[in-house]
């Protein structure tokens, strides 16, 4: 196994600082760039793992709070482990706090992320990788749109309402994407149902966008999360594998 190190960083946005988690190996070698996008939850012991284990990798990865305008993280106390129960008392929290999180807001942030990983002393030269969960993986895809020449590759994982009617959802950047795309879908998902999984789809076929995607069987949403109910160790691999692969290639 590589040795990881990981760091605490602050990153200038042009609404102020946030607070993100930086893994790389535990080397003086600069290594290809990825930016993980945290779910709903927040960047937690969990997220940082599942950092060090890209890290382990070959990769450098770094982790932003994105709700660094409410406060440094944890932005919402978390128990250690979200079950049923947990997870509808949390989101009474976590809701209007992501609400907040305009696609304008956010992507003046991703600008951010981007241009602290471009003068990152240990990430090399380049476009970068993204994935993303949850809320997450419609950041990745919102990412890939603003930022065509800085994104060589971008995954989604139980991605929410990614392909809604609204005019501003997530796949309405289609046209703009150049990188490579991958999403791994739940089938038991309230907040992607098939329908915008289609509606996904064709926008990304119609834009010539090159793009996989599957749904996973018996996957709920969050299935990538092993401090959740919500944890499938099955499909979590399964998403390990495909993301590796996917970054492999393009990166």
Same mark, same amino acid.
């Given at each position: 196994?590589?040795?990881?190190? =990981?760091?605490?960083?602050?990153?200038?946005?042009?609404?102020?600082?946030?607070?993100?988690?930086?893994?790389?190996?535990?080397?003086?070698?600069?290594?290809?760039?990825?930016?993980?996008?945290?779910?709903?939850?927040?960047?937690?012991?969990?997220?940082?793992?599942?950092?060090?284990?890209?890290?382990?990798?070959?990769?450098?990865?770094?982790?932003?709070?994105? %709700?660094?305008?409410?406060?440094?993280?944890?932005?919402?106390?978390?128990?250690? %482990?979200?079950?049923?129960?947990?997870?509808?008392?949390?989101?009474?929290?976590?809701?209007?706090?992501?609400?907040?999180?305009?696609?304008?807001?956010?992507?003046?942030?991703?600008?951010?992320?981007?241009?602290?990983?471009?003068?990152?002393?240990?990430?090399?030269?380049?476009?970068? =990788?993204?994935?993303?969960?949850?809320?997450?993986?419609?950041?990745?895809?919102?990412?890939?749109?603003?930022?065509?020449?800085?994104?060589?590759?971008?995954?989604?994982?139980?991605?929410? %309402?990614?392909?809604?009617?609204?005019?501003?959802?997530?796949?309405?950047?289609?046209?703009?994407?150049?990188?490579?795309?991958? %999403?791994?879908?739940?089938?038991?998902?309230?907040?992607?149902?098939?329908?915008?999984?289609?509606?996904?789809?064709?926008?990304?076929?119609?834009?010539?966008?090159?793009?996989?995607?599957?749904?996973?069987?018996?996957?709920?949403?969050?299935?990538?999360?092993?401090?959740?109910?919500?944890?499938?160790?099955?499909?979590?691999?399964?998403?390990?594998?495909?993301?590796?692969?996917?970054?492999?290639?393009?990166?």
């Amino acid at each position: 196994m590589t040795a990881v190190r =990981g760091t605490t960083v602050d990153i200038p946005t042009p609404d102020g600082i946030a607070d993100a988690y930086l893994a790389h190996p535990d080397d003086t070698d600069r290594h290809p760039a990825v930016l993980l996008y945290m779910d709903a939850f927040g960047l937690r012991p969990h997220l940082c793992g599942m950092a060090d284990r890209l890290a382990a990798a070959g990769y450098t990865v770094l982790v932003p709070n994105v %709700f660094y305008r409410h406060g440094r993280a944890p932005v919402v106390e978390l128990p250690d %482990f979200l079950d049923p129960t947990a997870r509808s008392a949390v989101f009474e929290h976590i809701a209007p706090i992501a609400q907040e999180l305009t696609p304008e807001r956010a992507m003046r942030d991703a600008g951010a992320y981007l241009d602290w990983l471009a003068s990152c002393a240990q990430a090399a030269d380049g476009p970068v =990788g993204i994935t993303g969960y949850c809320l997450g993986a419609g950041l990745a895809l919102r990412t890939a749109g603003a930022h065509p020449g800085r994104v060589a590759a971008a995954a989604g994982f139980h991605g929410a %309402f990614l392909a809604t009617e609204a005019t501003d959802s997530p796949h309405t950047v289609a046209g703009q994407i150049t990188s490579e795309l991958y %999403f791994g879908h739940a089938d038991q998902d309230q907040a992607l149902p098939p329908e915008q999984i289609e509606r996904l789809d064709k926008a990304l076929d119609e834009a010539g966008v090159r793009h996989r995607t599957e749904v996973y069987a018996g996957a709920q949403h969050g299935f990538t999360q092993a401090d959740t109910s919500a944890y499938n160790a099955e499909a979590a691999e399964r998403h390990w594998a495909a993301l590796l692969d996917l970054f492999g290639r393009a990166l």
